[in-house]
């Protein structure tokens, strides 16, 4: 995938179309900034537009990756791999984040374990700190994945 190319197919067919980068991101729900940066290179369009911007720029998934256009217009299969990466992705995230949350676990349990002396109970206090805060991030984390579906 070459970004500079994707970009200036971006630009090309946004020009053709008529529309300027405000209107298209207005299209398709983003930031004229974000249309920008793809243009540029700088970035590629997330999962979650391509459909969009493909119809509103009149060229397939596989197109806008190449960054040329072909005389196929055909991206059913490549749509349908966009939205398994997609899953995958919200998967891994999900997992990442319950991860956190049984080693916050571990961690709280192994602190209770601990103590005796005022060094150990400072020890006993740090784990049980680092603990809650890595749960909250294992919590924050997977419930960042449900609020994206």
């Known amino acids: 995938m070459n970004t500079a190319k994707t970009g200036q197919l971006i630009a090309a067919k946004r020009k053709e179309a008529g529309l300027t980068q405000e209107k298209l991101a207005e299209k398709i729900g983003i930031t004229n900034k974000t249309v920008s940066k793809w243009e540029t290179g700088k970035s590629m369009p997330d999962y979650s537009v391509v459909s969009e911007l493909c119809r509103e720029l009149n060229i397939t998934a596989g197109e806008l990756l190449s960054g040329k256009e072909s005389e196929e217009k055909s991206d059913s299969d490549l749509l349908e791999a966009f939205e398994r990466i997609q899953k995958l992705e919200k998967e891994r ?38 603990s809650v805060s890595i749960m909250i991030i294992g919590i924050y984390t997977s419930a960042k994945t449900f609020s994206k579906q």
Do not use: N, P, R
């Open 93 to 130: 995230t999900l997992l990442l984040g319950l991860v956190l949350i049984i080693m916050g676990m571990a961690l709280s349990a192994l602190s209770q374990l601990t103590g005796g002396s005022d060094f150990k109970d400072f020890l006993s206090g740090i784990m049980m700190g680092l």
